[in-house]
């Protein structure tokens, strides 16, 4: 199933998120505006919210639920990472645009993000369930220990895969498994269904990451909106590279330490071939379908339903896609 077809039984919705985030960006300080419409206008998937829609259809949300809402909350906490992460990363690029704080400078963006994080508890309030905000309020502060968490792994080649699991549970899957929780509470779906959502949220948002660090080897630097090795770059220490050095010969093991330890892509060539050579890449991509399958085996608690066939069609993408 493409994509589209994925989004087509909320395609309505999705409209609605997107009016719903053009209005609520709305301040009175314009730069507040230009940073946040340059990255929100941006483009990128929008599976976050998406998953979101998708989740409270199959739990049966109506139509005043405020799952629309929840929705553009989500697109908001994640834009919010992107502005921190752009700037702790020095990243110049992301979805083949300049970053906002290549173009509005790091000040901008990280104030802007701030402003995004606010605005998503302002629209919680709205909401008006005091679950949701306690389902939020626990997800983003797991997603900025997640940050430092990254942050503290970054140059050491001694990062273990448990660590690196648990940082891309944190920074990433928490955001997805907290979004298909309050579609949930959103719905008023029974507890069995929240919890059967939560999980395919966290498994959901496993496998995705997991594509995307194997995507920084392997990918087309031209769908990808980066370039490829900017993880290497910045000395991440991902499962890519984490299997080649426990796998690798003591010269290939050396040379990734060496890159991890320095930062940098100089040596990116090498290192990919000991990648390839080593299984690295169908190690993750093994690891990633697991996560897919348990993505889609916490669905069958669900009512079927085409918005259950899409959220199950959509772990497929999280896997199969190339940028």
Do not use: C
């Not at 979805?95 to 302002?122: E, I, W």
């Not at 093994?286 to 993505?295: G, T």
Request: proline share 3%; no cysteine; charged share 25%.
């Amino acid at each position: 199933m493409q994509l589209n077809d994925i989004r087509a039984p909320v395609a309505d919705d999705l409209k609605k998120v997107d009016t719903e985030i053009r209005e609520q960006l709305a301040s009175d300080v314009a730069l507040v505006s230009q940073v946040a419409q340059h990255i929100v206008g941006g483009g990128g998937k929008r599976l976050r919210p998406l998953a979101v829609l998708l989740a409270a259809r199959a739990a049966g949300a109506g139509p005043a639920s405020g799952y629309v809402k929840a929705a553009a909350i989500i697109e908001f906490i994640h834009t919010a990472t992107l502005l921190h992460d752009d700037v702790v990363d020095d990243s110049h690029q992301r979805r083949g645009r300049n970053t906002a704080n290549d173009v509005f400078g790091s000040a901008a963006s990280v104030l802007v993000g701030d402003f995004l994080y606010s605005r998503s508890f302002q629209m919680m309030v709205d909401i008006g369930l005091p679950r949701v905000m306690q389902v939020m309020a626990d997800a983003t502060n797991t997603i900025a220990a997640g940050e430092v968490l990254q942050l503290m792994n970054a140059g050491d080649p001694d990062t273990t895969e448990q660590r690196y699991l648990e940082v891309i549970y944190r920074k990433t899957a928490r955001l997805f498994e907290a979004g298909a929780q309050v579609a949930a509470i959103v719905a008023g779906a029974p507890e069995g269904v929240e919890h059967a959502l939560a999980d395919y949220g966290r498994h959901l948002g496993m496998a995705f990451q997991l594509v995307d660090d194997a995507l920084d080897y392997r990918g087309d630097a031209s769908q990808l909106g980066k370039n490829l090795g900017d993880d290497l770059a910045e000395g991440k220490p991902t499962l890519p590279l984490i299997h080649a050095l426990r796998a690798g010969s003591p010269e290939q093991a050396a040379m990734i330490r060496r890159a991890i330890e320095e930062g940098g892509s100089r040596e990116i060539a090498p290192i990919r071939a000991a990648i390839e050579s080593t299984g690295g890449l169908d190690y993750t991509a093994r690891l990633a379908r697991s996560e897919a399958d348990l993505a889609i085996q916490a669905l069958a608690g669900i009512p079927e339903s085409a918005f259950r066939e899409s959220l199950a069609a959509l772990a497929e993408f999280a896997v199969a896609r190339s940028s």
